[in-house]
């Protein structure tokens, strides 16, 4: 159990500065998410956590102690590399009993750790086993053994599900989640994936460029985005964004929040005439391609799937469900912007005019 | 049946009887002279010189061997060669794993000049250093030990170059995990990159026996007293006996000489073969 503290931290390789001025506070018992785009730093702080990959300049708190001296083996924390890392020459008693060998935990008790591990993670009958002769599942589970087996402080987990096959990620996902659920350990989770974010994490910390664009339960980063990069990196198809005029803001709106209907509504707050473009039909959604007057493009994420390519339609979006964004990206919400209903104003004028 | 693949089946036949031939022939050149070796120190002074030469003894006979043990003290130049090839060993492990660490996974100041001397290091022949060399023994007094054949041997540039490569194929989060895993450094080392480099470390251990043990321009330089004296020395002694060359008894010489290396060779030799083909481990 453990809170960690990000003060003012810095890291550089060489003359690139990959993260400048972080700070974040990652609270006690959560299953927090790192997610971002490749390079963005996810990964860079969770080795900061670990202490195999120091800041350059700042501190990391781990329940108010600075640990940046620390060495990882001793800062109570385990970590699942996205390669499983196991050691290859040792058999999978070995791999799991080896870090509690280092921590000289009496043997009694190793023994106890490694039955009541490999229990849980169903790696019993293969204890006696080489990790090459080992599915990509089991390795897996080897690496998740071997972490729990030291009952860390923190779990760090590097995308431990991006080596496996989607039926058996989508399994480990919910095991992941009941085992957070059980230990209530704090848990640290990197992820490319916004969908495995969104599935696993209690807090997701989104990430862009070494900065933190938004950190929050994943309701809110879904129903409440702080800025553009947050509502076009969660949910599939991204957030439409589209511009109003020669207005200094952007406008966005969700595929599924979209209403097609050959006539406009009076009372709703956006309304363009759209082409169909394409259709996906994918089962139980249909998504759409289209063209507004304008030019501009936009992705409607539908139930109906009868609508065909050509159609000319009205899409309106209500007032609820519309972002407004400024000029540099940022959210403008209804509290705390005088702008607002004017904004609202514009919009709707907008389509009249 | 005349089918129209005749002519590929009929090609396919010819290579690998090429194939085969060309493969027992080289398995004759090198078999050969082991088997001459074998035979010969079998056979008597006479049989050795009967013309034409017979591929196997007209009499059996040990009486070569007896003569090797009664020429020589074999015992006292067995014992040196084992002292020193041992030795070599030992000190080319205890200095070359860490170095090979060091080189493939630390980033410290002077590391590519430090490597590139110990690549020079590697292509100097002993030919040129060695009358420095026997100056600097000359000088310590050590000529009359056995630390002039062990010392300059304590570092080899080749099974460090070798080790570095082997260990430089251990990923990184291996390592890493052995850290949160709270190893230190020795046990990283001994524990995760040495049975990842097994057979580098065995092919390297190989090559300082092999060298050690059938060295004998170095310590005919470095030595002038027969008690620090190796065996490929004392065979070299069966020679010069006034009664010209006695075939039988140098192969009996050689065989004592050349059977440690040949038991090792076959015990290790799926080892050396997979070190040589630089499989990764995955």
Redesign the interface.
Known sequence: MAKIEFLDVHKSFGSAKVIENLNLTLEDGKFNVLVGPSGCGKTTLLRMI???GPATKGQILLDGEDVSNI????RG???V???Y?????MTVRQNIE??LK??RVPKAERERRISEVSQVVGLAPYLGRKPSQLSGGQRQRVALA?AMV?EPKVFLMDEPLSNLDAKLRGAMRSELVQLHKQLKTTFVYVTHDQVEAMAMGDCIILMDQGKIMQQSDPETMYRDPNNIFAAQFIGTPPTNIVEIGSENFKLGFRPETIILSANAGPDRAFTRRVKIMTREMLGAETFYKLCLEDGQEAMARLTNSSLAEGDTLYLQVDEDNLYFFDAKGNRVRKTGSQHYDAMVERVKRSHES | MHSKYTGFKLRRLAVSGISFTFKLFMLVLFLFPFYWMIVTSFKTYGGSIVFPPTLLPHTFTLEAFEQVFTRLNLWNYLKNSVIVTVAVIVIQTLIGVPAAYAFSRYSFKGRGIMLALVMAAFMVPTQITFITVYIMMSKLRWLNTLLPQIVPFGASAYGIFLLRQAFMQV?T??I?????????EI?IMT??ML??A?SSLMTVTLFSFVGSWNSYFWPLVMSNAEKVRPLTLAIERLKDQDAGINWPVIMAGNMIMVLPVLLIFLLMSNKIISSMGYRG??
């Not at chain 2, 890493?176 to 230190?184: C, F, I, V």
Request: aromatic share 6%; proline share 11%; no cysteine.
């Open positions: 670990a202490g195999i060495p990882p083996g001793k924390v385990a970590m590399f996205q390669s890392a196991i050691y290859p020459m080896f870090g280092n921590n071997r030291k | 990923p989060d291996i890493e995990a052995a850290r949160l895993d709270n190893a230190g046990k524990r995760i049975p990842a097994k481990i995955k």
